[in-house]
T-cell receptor, first 115, second 112 residues
């Protein structure tokens, strides 16, 4: 079975450019999470969707970040404009929704470098 | 709010050594507890879990016991291998819309 699929795996861009990260959750999963991982701050939850609806976006750092889930099989995380401090690995994870039990399935991550 | 505290890394051990990675938590009610593992270049994957007090989760030779009296969920393995080198994350949830709260992770390095 296919796991969570993220693209791109690596992105190098210049400050001020728009960045779009993509995620395809596991089929049948209807909870989706975006996390950011850095050495300094560890793993941070950015936003959590349930049935395509954002439930908790309190972790989104600022207005430069936005996330959408137009359907059950696709989500995007957009940064506009990007800044060097956004450099991190961004993970997408999904979960089946039978009352969230804590088991998340992670993608391999998108490593973003903003110069 | 919920929080998870793990021992700082890196933890460096020789092959076949005994491993303990400490984890303590703060949460109201009765959370479920988890250990996730992240191998180099990969996403996190669930290693083991425990959903109520005194439960023991186990997988791949790793064990952790849910200790409510000490609010702890320490990870142990009797004899580590080089292939166990990874970053280990302790986490908790109370379920529903609570989401999953992770610790900062502990980098484990096993030397041959």
């Amino acid at each position: 079975d296919a796991g969570v699929i993220q693209s791109p795996r690596h992105e190098v861009t210049e400050m001020g450019q728009e960045v779009t990260l993509r995620c395809k959750p596991i089929s049948g999963h209807n909870s989706l999470f975006w996390y950011r991982q850095t050495m300094m701050r560890g793993l941070e939850l950015l936003i959590y969707f349930n049935n395509n609806v954002p439930i908790d976006d309190s972790g989104m750092p600022e207005d430069r970040f936005s996330a959408k889930m137009p359907n059950a099989s696709f989500s995007t995380l957009k940064i506009q404009p990007s800044e060097p401090r956004d450099s991190a690995v961004y993970f997408c994870a999904s979960s089946s929704d039978r009352g969230f039990t804590g088991e998340l399935f992670f993608g391999e991550g998108s490593r973003l470098t903003v110069l | 709010g919920n929080s998870v505290t793990q021992m700082e890394g890196p933890v460096t051990l020789s092959e076949e050594a005994f491993l303990t990675i400490n984890c303590t938590y703060t949460a109201t009610g009765y959370p479920s507890l988890f250990w996730y593992v992240q191998y180099p270049g990969e996403g996190l994957q669930l290693l083991l879990k425990a959903t109520k007090a005194d439960d023991k989760g186990s997988n791949k030779g790793f064990e952790a016991t849910y200790r409510k009296e000490t609010t702890s969920f320490h990870l142990e393995k009797g004899s580590v291998q080089v292939s166990d080198s990874a970053v280990y994350f302790c986490a908790l949830t109370r379920g529903g819309a609570d989401g999953l709260t992770f610790g900062k992770g502990t980098h484990l390095i096993i030397q041959p």
